[in-house]
């Protein structure tokens, strides 16, 4: 690793001024992609800008309509967070299934999304949830939803000098469910072959939201719309989930690589999509 | 299994070297301190064959920091000889080469040249700068493109197979002809990495006195010892090396690769050079275990007697000649009594790391192909697979193809301890949701137990303990298991002997701690040196008690009424003589081989195509369990790399030969979530050549649990696999194939 400098500014307007002008500087949340990039030579950053020592990146706060959630908020306190676990459970259980007990001490669900890896757990969730970012930078604050922040593999929305606040979750309806399904060859320590975030509220026997995001299978996670038109209007059945599952199969565009051959991250498209519908229509 | 007569032997005692590893005090390679310490770091080849046409180091040596640097040039040019140093023979030039490569890459991850300098910092951008122009060749990656016609041959030549093994013994054609049932089936297995937690390091320091000193992991350091002053052309008697603990080997820390090089450098610069392996170079430049092709054919008669068998063995060698394919082809039907056999094996380069020894090295490939089709002929016959087994299981007297016929060995005795086993009959259980299904399967296989030289020296203290000194570098809790052969004989309790592994100027020749044999072999010596301290012990009582003749049990030496413990008399040393040092070497040659097998349920998620193994029984006959804790240990550790290498452990290389899943992440080995607790019986069946009945039980447990798995997806899915891994994507698309 090569020597950098770091700052930790303690307002956003003091990290605005540690980022202008510094477009090779990197944000450092938990630091557990950013350090291990550095460490392994994929990535160089001249400076190094520690985000948590700023207060609105820390904190956990439901407000009217939603959930206000500081960027750089450590998963082991999202996922023991009361109003957390009340009200969005799907994401206590992402926030413990990101890495193991170490890791979940310092990765945050920002980094998770700004890192912006095909594979990111977190991101699908945050889309089906309709998760929206705000971000601050030179041109002051702004939002971006969820479903548009990562453009390419670890390329993200954010414009020179940005950076993530926060993620605003609006406040689920009666009758809202979501749930994140994850595929790896081992049990742990693996990153994504597939995985699955899917929501859908189901009032008086009909479906009235449905949203599917897809990781591992395109550049970017994946938000399959299709989804959402085929299902809204249902009743839940067997059939609809079928139908939403060949969906998402076929939205998919997973390459070949180490980790697993294209035709079957497709197939598991389709698996994974069916039985996270299935958990949550049922 | 009683051990009643003894009174150390078969006990369960904490190890010696416990404390100070699980508190962090023991010293690895990697945390050996010197003064005036230089880190150094490797350039390794990006191209998995190619013309090496230059290698310029003068930017590098110009770095800041920078204090020498080194290439295969640096090298004496010594002509090339065949030599023998513990890894079978080989020419110098092979192993000069691989350490150092010159002229030619022939696997990405080939060391060129390297760097020391005052910080690893610096080493590792100085090591940037070495400018290294390559003429790329097109390279070949598995042994059947290698053997086939028009492949880019390694080593000039016209073929890359560089050894054919063939053994035969009655009429195999013949009597597939009058088989009730034949089947043949083709396989195939990916080459894995034995996965040590600990990268190879070393630390080397050329004195000025002309000694070279060598601090390092590994195995054996009497092959150290030997390949450093081979490459360097020095006497054996110039190059001393002290083994620290060492993190795991199975086989891969038996083959030298930074030590040579650390030395060049330390002698340039006159200082001290650490050389530290990451864990890509462990996975890119150090010796995997072959990946390979297999053939195996088998004919049974109508009752499940095995009358014919033929293998055909390719098993890539990796860069360089002699790789694993003679065990194999020795163990291929070695746990079968088959009158009429044909087995032929072939050694082929292949663009990758030169394959290492990993536990029960060549077997486990051959048990998958054989187990697999034992327990297709079981099904056809609808014959319960461990009674096939058991109707056709070698015994004493049995004839391998290879030559030898079995001693007494323990076969049968596994197979039936597997039958009787609650495992066995117990209920597979309902699968855990509707798209999974399980099933169960069983195999077995069998390993040598090799002999090679050992010593040991101990010297005993007044207080009635004992110093023991030995060679052999403990991996698996040798320190323990030969104290304890010591303490048996001295009568004493095994923690009043401090056993210690200690450098090869101040014990005699060693070989490696591999091949099964430490406890076997070194236990034997420290055995021999044991009575030679009692022989000794005796002569002093019967000295002090002027008596004809002493007896010596259960630690009381004893003359007519006259008695005094081990320590008693240890007290008195200095009125009788002095200090008594016993010690012995030997070089045994009665090595029994072990036998061993599984039983493994998994359950298969038919839409993931994952496999989770649900209870494993791990079966082994270890003649005598010295420690019978570091057995089963044995037998869990071989179980789980076994596992590893059934489900997903794998060099995922592309076309190039760029292994692209070069880490832990995504090498895939199993983590303590992906294994149950590994059951475990021990079978003891005496090893009559030695004097506890010890056999080696270090790699027998490797061999079978692969082929298990196989059996019991098949009998899970309805469908069989037939190559490793059997990962996720295999099983569904074996699942999918048959829609
Ligand atoms: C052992 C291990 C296991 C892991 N397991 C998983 C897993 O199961 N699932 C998974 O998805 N990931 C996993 N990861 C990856 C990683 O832990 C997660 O992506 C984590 O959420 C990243 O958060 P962080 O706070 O550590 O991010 P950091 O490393 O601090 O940052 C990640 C990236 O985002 C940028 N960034 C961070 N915060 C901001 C911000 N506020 N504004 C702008 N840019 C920002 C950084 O500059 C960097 O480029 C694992 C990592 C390790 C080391």
Same mark, same amino acid.
């Given at each position: 690793?090569?020597?950098? %400098?770091?700052?930790?500014?303690?307002?956003?307007?003091?990290?605005v001024?540690?980022?202008?002008?510094?477009?090779?500087?990197?944000?450092?949340?938990?630091?557990?992609?950013?350090?291990?990039?550095?460490?392994?030579?994929?990535?160089?950053?001249?400076?190094?800008?520690?985000?948590?020592?700023?207060p609105d990146?820390?904190?956990?706060?439901?407000?009217?309509?939603?959930?206000?959630?500081?960027?750089?908020?450590?998963?082991?306190?999202?996922?023991?967070?009361?109003?957390?676990?009340?009200?969005?459970?799907?994401?206590?259980?992402?926030?413990?299934l990101?890495?193991?007990?170490?890791?979940?001490?310092?990765?945050?669900?920002?980094?998770?999304?700004?890192?912006?890896?095909?594979?990111?757990?977190?991101?699908?969730?945050?889309?089906?949830?309709?998760?929206?970012?705000?971000?601050?930078?030179?041109?002051?604050?702004?939002?971006i939803?969820?479903e548009?922040?990562?453009?390419?593999?670890?390329?993200?929305?954010?414009?020179?000098?940005?950076?993530?606040?926060?993620?605003?979750?609006?406040?689920?309806?009666?009758g809202?469910?979501a749930?994140?399904?994850?595929?790896?060859?081992?049990?742990?320590?693996?990153?994504?072959?597939?995985?699955?975030?899917?929501?859908?509220?189901?009032? %008086?026997?009909?479906?009235t939201?449905?949203?599917?995001?897809?990781?591992?299978?395109?550049?970017?996670?994946?938000?399959?719309?299709?989804?959402?038109?085929?299902?809204?209007?249902?009743?839940?059945?067997?059939?609809?989930?079928?139908?939403?599952?060949?969906?998402?199969?076929?939205?998919?565009?997973?390459?070949?690589?180490?980790?697993?051959?294209?035709?079957?991250?497709?197939?598991?498209?389709?698996?994974?999509?069916?039985?996270?519908?299935?958990?949550?229509?049922? | 299994?009683?051990?009643?007569?003894?009174?150390?032997?078969?006990?369960?005692?904490?190890?010696?070297?416990?404390?100070?590893?699980?508190?962090?005090? !023991?010293?690895?390679?990697a945390d050996?301190?010197?003064?005036?310490?230089?880190?150094?770091?490797?350039?390794?080849?990006?191209?998995?064959?190619a013309?090496?046409?230059?290698?310029?180091?003068?930017?590098?040596?110009?770095?800041?920091?920078?204090?020498?640097?080194?290439?295969?040039?640096?090298?004496?040019?010594?002509?090339?000889?065949i030599?023998?140093?513990?890894?079978? /023979?080989?020419?110098?030039?092979?192993?000069?080469?691989n350490?150092?490569?010159?002229?030619?890459?022939?696997?990405?991850?080939?060391?060129?040249?390297?760097?020391?300098?005052?910080?690893?910092?610096?080493?590792?951008?100085a090591?940037?700068?070495?400018?290294?122009?390559?003429?790329?060749?097109?390279?070949?990656?598995?042994?059947?493109?290698?053997?086939?016609? #028009?492949?880019?041959?390694l080593?000039?030549?016209?073929?890359?197979?560089?050894?054919?093994?063939?053994?035969?013994?009655?009429?195999?054609?013949?009597?597939?002809?009058?088989?009730?049932?034949?089947?043949?089936?083709? =396989?195939?297995?990916?080459?894995?990495?034995?996965?040590?937690i /600990?990268?190879?390091?070393?630390?080397?320091?050329?004195?000025?006195?002309?000694?070279?000193?060598?601090?390092?992991?590994?195995?054996?350091? =009497?092959?150290?010892?030997?390949?450093?002053?081979c490459?360097l052309?020095?006497?054996?008697?110039?190059?001393?090396?002290?083994?620290?603990?060492?993190?795991?080997?199975?086989?891969?820390?038996?083959?030298?690769?930074?030590?040579?090089?650390?030395a060049?450098?330390s002698?340039k610069?006159?200082?001290?050079?650490?050389?530290?392996?990451?864990?890509?170079?462990?996975?890119?430049g150090?010796?995997?275990?072959?990946?390979?092709?297999m053939?195996?054919?088998?004919?049974?008669?109508?009752?499940?007697?095995?009358?014919a068998?033929?293998?055909?063995?390719?098993y890539?060698?990796?860069?360089?000649?002699?790789?694993?394919v003679?065990?194999?082809? +020795?163990?291929?039907?070695?746990?079968?009594?088959?009158?009429?056999?044909?087995?032929?094996?072939?050694?082929?380069?292949?663009?990758?790391?030169?394959?290492?020894?990993?536990?029960?090295?060549?077997?486990?490939?051959?048990?998958?192909?054989?187990?697999?089709?034992?327990?297709?002929?079981?099904?056809?016959?609808?014959? %319960?697979?461990?009674?096939?087994?058991?109707?056709?299981?070698?015994?004493?007297?049995?004839?391998?193809?290879?030559?030898?016929?079995?001693?007494?060995?323990?076969?049968?005795?596994?197979?039936e301890?597997?039958?009787?086993?609650?495992?066995?009959?117990?209920?597979?259980?309902?699968?855990?949701?509707?798209?999974?299904?399980?099933?169960r399967?069983?195999?077995? #296989?069998?390993?040598?137990?090799?002999?090679?030289?050992?010593s040991?020296?101990?010297?005993?203290?007044?207080?009635?303990t004992?110093?023991?000194?030995e060679?052999?570098?403990?991996?698996?809790?040798?320190?323990?298991?030969? !104290?304890?052969?010591?303490?048996?004989v001295?009568?004493?309790?095994?923690?009043?002997?401090?056993?210690?592994?200690?450098?090869?100027?101040?014990?005699?020749?060693?070989?490696?701690?591999?091949?099964?044999?430490?406890?076997?072999?070194?236990?034997?010596?420290?055995?021999?040196?044991?009575?030679?301290v009692?022989?000794?012990?005796?002569?002093?009582?019967?000295?002090l008690?002027?008596a004809?003749?002493v007896? =010596?049990?259960?630690?009381?030496?004893?003359a007519?009424?006259?008695?005094m413990?081990?320590?008693?008399?240890?007290?008195?040393?200095?009125?009788?003589?002095?200090?008594?040092?016993?010690?012995?070497?030997?070089?045994p040659?009665?090595?029994?081989?072990?036998?061993?097998?599984?039983?493994?349920?998994?359950?298969?998620?038919?839409?993931?195509?994952?496999?989770?193994?649900?209870?494993f029984?791990?079966?082994?006959?270890?003649?005598?369990?010295?420690?019978?804790?570091?057995?089963?240990?044995?037998?869990?550790?071989?179980?789980?790399? #076994?596992?590893?290498?059934?489900?997903?452990?794998?060099?995922?290389?592309?076309?190039?030969?760029?292994?692209?899943?070069?880490?832990?992440l995504?090498?895939?080995?199993?983590?303590?979530?992906?294994?149950?607790m590994?059951?475990?019986q021990?079978?003891?069946?005496?090893?009559?050549?030695?004097?506890?009945?010890?056999?080696?039980?270090?790699?027998a447990?490797?061999?079978?649990?692969?082929?298990?798995?196989?059996?019991?997806?098949r009998?899970a899915?309805?469908?069989?696999?037939?190559?490793?891994?059997?990962?996720?994507?295999?099983?569904?698309?074996? +699942?999918?194939?048959?829609?």
């Amino acid at each position: 690793m090569k020597p950098f %400098d770091y700052v930790a500014p303690t307002t956003l307007d003091e990290a605005v001024h540690a980022l202008a002008g510094n477009p090779a500087a990197r944000v450092l949340a938990g630091g557990t992609d950013l350090l291990a990039q550095m460490k392994g030579g994929r990535r160089e950053a001249p400076l190094v800008v520690d985000v948590k020592r700023i207060p609105d990146l820390l904190s956990i706060r439901m407000e009217e309509g939603g959930l206000r959630l500081g960027a750089a908020v450590p998963c082991i306190r999202i996922a023991t967070n009361a109003d957390v676990r009340a009200q969005y459970p799907a994401l206590a259980e992402v926030a413990s299934l990101i890495g193991g007990t170490a890791i979940q001490g310092r990765a945050s669900i920002g980094g998770n999304l700004c890192n912006a890896a095909p594979s990111a757990d977190a991101v699908p969730l945050l889309i089906v949830l309709s998760a929206v970012a705000r971000v601050a930078g030179p041109g002051g604050i702004r939002e971006i939803a969820v479903e548009d922040f990562c453009v390419a593999p670890g390329k993200n929305a954010l414009g020179e000098g940005e950076f993530l606040v926060d993620l605003f979750l609006p406040k689920p309806a009666a009758g809202f469910k979501a749930h994140y399904l994850r595929f790896i060859p081992r049990n742990e320590m693996d990153i994504a072959v597939v995985g699955v975030g899917v929501s859908a509220t189901v009032t %008086d026997g009909q479906i009235t939201t449905a949203r599917l995001a897809l990781a591992s299978v395109a550049p970017t996670p994946l938000f399959v719309r299709e989804v959402t038109e085929a299902l809204v209007g249902k009743a839940p059945s067997a059939e609809a989930i079928a139908g939403a599952a060949a969906l998402a199969e076929a939205a998919a565009k997973p390459i070949s690589d180490m980790r697993a051959p294209a035709e079957y991250r497709r197939h598991l498209c389709g698996v994974l999509s069916r039985r996270a519908l299935t958990a949550v229509l049922q | 299994m009683s051990t009643s007569s003894y009174n150390v032997i078969g006990t369960r005692p904490p190890r010696h070297d416990g404390a100070d590893k699980v508190t962090g005090r !023991a010293i690895y390679a990697a945390d050996f301190q010197m003064n005036g310490l230089l880190h150094g770091a490797m350039v390794r080849s990006t191209h998995a064959h190619a013309i090496l046409k230059r290698v310029d180091t003068t930017k590098a040596a110009a770095f800041p920091g920078v204090v020498a640097v080194v290439t295969a040039d640096d090298f004496p040019q010594t002509p090339d000889r065949i030599v023998d140093l513990g890894e079978g /023979e080989t020419p110098v030039s092979h192993l000069r080469g691989n350490v150092l490569a010159k002229g030619k890459v022939l696997y990405q991850g080939h060391a060129i040249a390297a760097v020391a300098a005052t910080s690893l910092q610096a080493a590792e951008q100085a090591a940037k700068l070495i400018e290294v122009e390559y003429e790329p060749l097109p390279c070949v990656l598995t042994a059947v493109e290698a053997m086939a016609a #028009g492949a880019p041959l390694l080593h000039g030549g016209d073929t890359n197979v560089t050894a054919h093994v063939h053994h035969a013994m009655g009429d195999s054609e013949a009597a597939f002809a009058g088989a009730a049932i034949v089947i043949e089936r083709e =396989f195939t297995t990916a080459t894995v990495h034995q996965g040590y937690i /600990e990268p190879h390091a070393a630390t080397v320091l050329w004195n000025n006195d002309g000694r070279v000193n060598v601090w390092c992991s590994t195995q054996g350091s =009497f092959v150290v010892r030997d390949v450093v002053s081979c490459l360097l052309d020095l006497p054996v008697s110039a190059v001393r090396v002290t083994p620290t603990e060492i993190g795991g080997g199975f086989g891969g820390k038996i083959p030298v690769y930074l030590e040579p090089v650390a030395a060049l450098l330390s002698k340039k610069s006159g200082r001290p050079v650490r050389l530290v392996m990451s864990r890509r170079d462990v996975f890119e430049g150090s010796g995997p275990t072959p990946g390979s092709m297999m053939r195996v054919k088998m004919g049974a008669d109508a009752d499940g007697k095995l009358i014919a068998a033929q293998a055909f063995l390719a098993y890539e060698a990796g860069a360089y000649a002699g790789g694993m394919v003679g065990a194999g082809a +020795m163990c291929v039907f070695a746990a079968y009594d088959i009158a009429n056999q044909t087995i032929d094996g072939y050694d082929v380069l292949v663009n990758k790391p030169s394959t290492a020894a990993y536990r029960a090295p060549g077997a486990p490939n051959a048990a998958f192909a054989t187990e697999s089709v034992v327990d297709e002929i079981a099904r056809k016959l609808k014959m %319960d697979p461990l009674e096939l087994r058991l109707r056709n299981a070698s015994r004493e007297g049995t004839r391998r193809a290879d030559g030898p016929k079995f001693r007494r060995v323990g076969c049968v005795e596994v197979i039936e301890a597997m039958q009787a086993h609650p495992h066995y009959s117990a209920p597979l259980g309902e699968p855990s949701h509707a798209e999974a299904k399980r099933g169960r399967g069983v195999a077995i #296989g069998y390993w040598f137990n090799i002999g090679l030289p050992s010593s040991c020296v101990i010297s005993v203290n007044a207080d009635g303990t004992a110093n023991l000194i030995e060679g052999s570098t403990d991996i698996g809790g040798t320190r323990t298991s030969i !104290a304890m052969q010591a303490a048996e004989v001295m009568g004493i309790p095994v923690d009043r002997i401090h056993p210690a592994v200690v450098d090869t100027d101040t014990i005699g020749y060693t070989g490696v701690t591999g091949g099964s044999r430490t406890t076997y072999a070194t236990g034997w010596a420290a055995h021999d040196a044991a009575q030679d301290v009692i022989r000794q012990m005796k002569l002093r009582a019967a000295k002090l008690w002027q008596a004809e003749a002493v007896e =010596f049990a259960d630690g009381v030496f004893q003359a007519g009424e006259r008695q005094m413990t081990f320590a008693e008399l240890a007290g008195k040393m200095s009125e009788t003589g002095g200090p008594v040092v016993g010690q012995a070497s030997v070089n045994p040659r009665g090595a029994g081989g072990s036998f061993a097998g599984v039983i493994a349920d998994v359950e298969v998620d038919t839409g993931t195509g994952k496999t989770t193994i649900l209870r494993f029984t791990a079966v082994q006959d270890a003649g005598r369990a010295i420690h019978p804790s570091y057995v089963e240990g044995q037998m869990q550790g071989g179980s789980v790399q #076994g596992i590893g290498w059934a489900l997903n452990e794998e060099y995922w290389m592309n076309p190039e030969g760029r292994m692209m899943n070069a880490s832990l992440l995504d090498y895939r080995m199993p983590t303590i979530l992906d294994v149950p607790m590994i059951d475990t019986q021990i079978v003891e069946v005496p090893n009559p050549a030695h004097p506890f009945g010890v056999r080696g039980v270090g790699e027998a447990n490797i061999v079978s649990p692969p082929a298990g798995i196989a059996n019991a997806i098949r009998d899970a899915i309805g469908v069989r696999l037939y190559h490793l891994p059997m990962n996720p994507p295999a099983v569904a698309a074996a +699942m999918g194939g048959q829609k």
